[in-house]
């Protein structure tokens, strides 16, 4: 099975590297993994240390990552597998969050034992829950599986057409109920459950490695945006990318400023820029949709030119 390629570098020897001013061989690997539950281990070849790769993205967005880089591959097929796994990690992953959301010490491993792991079980508490969270009733052409079972069980191979499409309407599923749940739901609980949903699998994972000096590297490059912001927020956003690109030098100076004394760069309405202090607003946010789908691939496709040219490949 194809899995998701990942690009890791091994902070122990880059400060070796550093050290000895040999800015051209920082090692980078280049690793396919296979794991798809978002940490991957290697052993560094140069020092032997286990350096554990973490994503803080959640299960779906690796799934739907890796569907778009076997599109970009033209494996159509792998790509339709990806991506259904991904809707589906979804489904199960906003049931969990709702659940949470209304009983944080719920046992939702237990809920899943007793029959809820089944597909057609899972799909219907999904919509349920999301009638009772938001009060509205999900479309359900936005869960089309007619594409999935016929390459699954027909051997039927997609085309890039059928597999667009398809790709789309799971993004579109995406955007509509991220959309409610990032407006409506307290950030602090969407955070505290990714949280302890991350901290289950990275215990589990230690208690398997004794006595090795280990790297703990999170990462965190998601395509699919969870953006939200004010209007004021997305004013001021606008208004820092006019002036990034007719003022760069000056921009660049701003920035370097901002990160040492934890400010920000505030831009008013004369175009004139100063550094502010973080304020919270109080102004409702507004999710911020995801970019295409032909625009991932695009972000995908320039992702791997930039890094393969310049990693060593890694088999694990």
């Not at 919509?127 to 016929?150: P, S």
């Amino acid at each position: 099975m194809p899995g998701s390629y990942l690009y890791i570098t091994c902070f122990k020897c880059q400060k070796k590297y550093l050290k000895e001013g040999n800015l051209n061989g920082l090692p980078l690997y280049k690793v396919r993994n296979f794991s798809m539950d978002g940490i991957t281990q290697i052993i560094c070849p140069e020092c032997q240390d286990i350096i554990l790769s973490i994503s803080q993205e959640m299960l779906y967005e690796i799934y739907f990552q890796t569907a778009v880089e076997q599109f970009v591959d033209k494996n159509y097929a792998e790509s339709v597998f990806f991506l259904t796994k991904s809707r589906e990690t979804f489904i199960k992953y906003i049931i969990e969050l709702l659940l949470y959301e209304k009983n944080s010490s719920i046992n939702i491993e237990n809920i899943w034992s007793k029959g809820m792991a089944l597909s057609e079980r899972r799909l219907g508490a999904f919509f349920a829950l999301f009638f009772y969270r938001f009060g509205e009733f999900l479309d359900l052409n936005k869960i089309e599986t007619n594409l999935r079972n016929k390459v699954m069980h027909d051997s039927v191979y997609p085309t890039e057409e059928d597999t667009t499409k398809y790709a789309k309407n799971i993004l579109s599923l995406f955007n509509t109920v991220m959309k409610k749940i990032l407006e409506e739901i307290d950030l602090k609980i969407i955070m505290s459950f990714n949280h302890g949903q991350q901290k289950k699998k990275i215990d589990a994972y230690l208690k398997t490695l004794k006595d090795r000096h280990i790297q703990i590297q999170y990462a965190s490059d998601s395509i699919i945006s969870r953006n939200t912001f004010s209007k004021s927020e997305e004013e001021q956003n606008t208004r820092r990318e006019i002036f990034s690109k007719k003022y760069p030098d000056k921009w660049k100076e701003l920035a370097c400023q901002a990160n040492k004394t934890g400010k920000i760069i505030y831009i008013n309405e004369q175009g004139a820029a100063e550094l502010k202090n973080r304020v919270e607003d109080n102004e409702p946010k507004i999710y911020q949709p995801t970019q295409s789908f032909e625009k991932l691939v695009e972000i995908i496709s320039q992702r791997k030119k930039r890094f393969d040219n310049h990693s060593i490949t890694l088999v694990i």
